[in-house]
């Protein structure tokens, strides 16, 4: 049978798009063009996800007219309708479904069943249920990207008012602790040399073994210990799982968990935040990237803000912008805000004008591009460990592009003295 799978949004969906992509090829199935089936992994985070999505899904059905389009994924989940009307060749699957339904249709060429998103159990379990751990398990057969991602986590108890994934993903539950090891230490073996831990809320990351809890520093020491030759990077992690702990634990590795931090603002003024239902303000957000500092020197600390959220003045955008240089940031991922249906934030009525939207937008981006390079120009003379990538290009631990050339092969670390930033903001060594 031959299978494509297209992926779109966050790092959990490209680790569960590869993990799907794995078990079929272990099933003996070949990713190709003109497939038999083509799973799309969609994403709900704007509206421009979804539009992307539905474009995905209609894309798949012209460049594979006899195969079966499976879609699956967050926006599937909260909008099944909205893909299974486009084409009766289309079905919507829980994601834990999807390889068994691909298996069927594509081997017998039988319809499948619409099967139910996310099983209640697991959204309302704790841990992950046996369907989930199937996605998240073991990917070691898999032709490796040079970084991989491990899914330890999976949902969010919080209710961020412009949010729909928490609807989408359910409760939050963590990864079984050995399940999660067993999986870096086969991906050291696999000569991956770095691994990201990856989920919605990895901070609410909490288990046991041997009747001990393990939060998600506990859990890191442990991966480290197993598997001491792979670098680990944390993904984005929520303000509230940022602990004492974590830090005190990422400045005695010396870099082999990467001393950089996705921590998402969202906002600079605590007004917005607030009606965000954010559970911190914007002066708590200042003192933790003070504190991390402290314990960290280096930390590179990216984030994810949104312009424009309903009832955004130009005074709390301003403050944004001053908290966001205060941070310097290493990276801002800037969002326009966009309405997600079912969400409290998209039935306000004081919606900020798209043009409005788009001028913030263009602002904090450059902002955020300024800061990025005096991040990058204060690293001059600094050594780290580069993991090359693809084209000449290595990740740093501070989550910088650098250019290595040919000097080492993809997926191999090596430690370089940055000399420069070319005008690209990329380092050279
Ligand atoms: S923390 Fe907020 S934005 Fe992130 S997934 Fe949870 S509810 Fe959504």
Same mark, same amino acid.
């Given at each position: 049978m031959k299978f494509l799978v297209v992926n779109l949004g966050c790092k959990v969906n490209r680790i569960e798009s590869d993990t799907i992509s794995a078990e079929l090829s272990e099933h003996g199935c070949v990713e190709g063009d003109d497939a038999d089936v083509v799973v799309i992994n969609t994403c709900t985070v704007t509206g421009e996800a979804e539009k992307k999505a539905r474009k995905a899904t209609r894309r798949a059905l012209r460049e594979n007219p006899s195969a079966r389009v499976l879609v699956t994924g967050c926006a599937a989940s909260i909008n099944p309708d909205e893909f299974t009307?486009?084409?009766?060749r289309v079905r919507v699957v829980g994601k834990s479904s999807v390889v068994a339904s691909a298996l069927r249709n594509g081997s017998q060429g039988t319809d499948v069943q619409e099967l139910a998103t996310t099983p209640r159990s697991a959204r309302n379990s704790s841990t992950l249920s046996e369907e989930e751990l199937a996605t998240a398990k073991? /990917?070691?057969a898999q032709g490796y990207r040079t970084r991989v991602g491990i899914k330890i986590q999976d949902g969010c108890n919080?209710?961020?008012?412009?949010?729909i994934v928490h609807v989408a993903r359910g409760k939050a539950r963590s990864r079984d602790v050995d399940s999660c090891v067993d999986e870096a230490v086969r991906l050291e073996q696999a000569g991956v040399r770095e691994a990201v831990l990856s !989920?919605?809320?990895? &901070?609410n990351y909490h288990s046991q073994k041997d009747a001990r809890d393990i939060d998600l520093c506990d859990l890191l020491q442990l991966i480290r210990e197993a598997a001491p030759r792979m670098r680990l990077r944390i993904s984005s992690c929520e303000?509230? !799982?940022?602990t004492d702990k974590l830090l005190h634990f990422i400045a005695s590795e010396d870099g082999m968990v990467c001393r950089h931090l996705h921590i998402p603002?969202?906002? &600079?003024?605590s007004r917005v935040l607030a009606q965000m239902n954010r559970p911190y303000t914007a002066q708590d957000y200042v003192a933790l990237v003070r504190k991390v500092r402290e314990i960290v020197p280096k930390m590179s600390i990216s984030t994810d803000i949104i312009v424009?959220?309903? !009832?955004?003045t130009d005074e709390d955008f301003a403050q944004t912008m001053e908290v966001a240089r205060a941070c310097q940031f290493s990276k801002i991922h800037v969002f326009r805000y966009s309405k997600r249906k079912g969400?409290?934030?998209?039935? /306000?009525?004081d919606q900020i004008p798209d043009k409005v939207k788009a001028q913030r937008a263009h602002d904090l981006s450059k902002l955020g591009w300024i800061l990025r390079l005096e991040d990058a120009q204060a690293r001059i003379g600094d050594s780290e460990r580069v993991v090359a990538l693809e084209n000449g290009i290595g990740m740093s631990e501070s989550y910088h592009d650098v250019?290595? !050339?040919?000097?080492i092969l993809p997926g191999k670390m090596k430690t370089y003295t940055f000399t420069g930033v070319a005008k690209d903001g990329i380092f050279t060594v």
């Open positions: 009307s486009i084409d009766p073991d /990917r070691s919080n209710a961020c008012t412009f949010c !989920g919605i809320d990895i &901070g303000p509230a !799982g940022v603002l969202q906002s &600079g003024s424009g959220f309903p !009832g955004e969400t409290p934030a998209a039935v /306000r009525t250019h290595v !050339g040919n000097d």
